[in-house]
């Protein structure tokens, strides 16, 4: 017998403290998952406030980005498959750069 294992990341952003489609979303994911025969065993989430940690979409490729500065306090440990997702780069209010096209743009 072979055993799948499935890890998404899964993410999105709004500005409402009090946005609540989540619970939604998983209430759906939970009878989509029964449909397939597919056993739905744990999820983990978080909510990652604005005012500590900016996270846009890179202006040039469009990968998910972290203001390399606001990485801080083990922020890494919650979540880690998030974390190793996203992008380190420069996020300011108007525009983001990841890692990598930051370098190839050379923005400072």
């Not at 409402?16 to 597919?38: C, N, Q, V, W």
């Not at 604005?50 to 890179?58: L, M, Q, T, V």
């Not at 420069?90 to 990841?98: E, P, S």
Request: hydrophobic share 30%; with cysteine.
């Amino acid at each position: 017998m072979n055993t799948y294992a499935i890890q998404l990341v899964l993410h999105y952003q709004d500005t409402s403290p009090d946005d609540t489609r989540f619970a939604g979303f998983l209430k759906d994911l939970h009878g989509l998952a029964e449909r397939h025969g597919i056993s739905f065993d744990d999820y983990q989430s978080f909510r990652l406030s604005g005012e500590d940690y900016k996270i846009r979409s890179c202006h040039q490729c469009g990968h998910l980005t972290v203001n390399r500065e606001d990485v801080r306090d083990g922020i890494e440990n919650i979540l880690p498959d998030f974390w190793f997702y996203v992008r380190r780069g420069k996020v300011a209010d108007d525009i983001a750069f990841c890692e990598f096209c930051e370098h190839s743009t050379n923005v400072t």
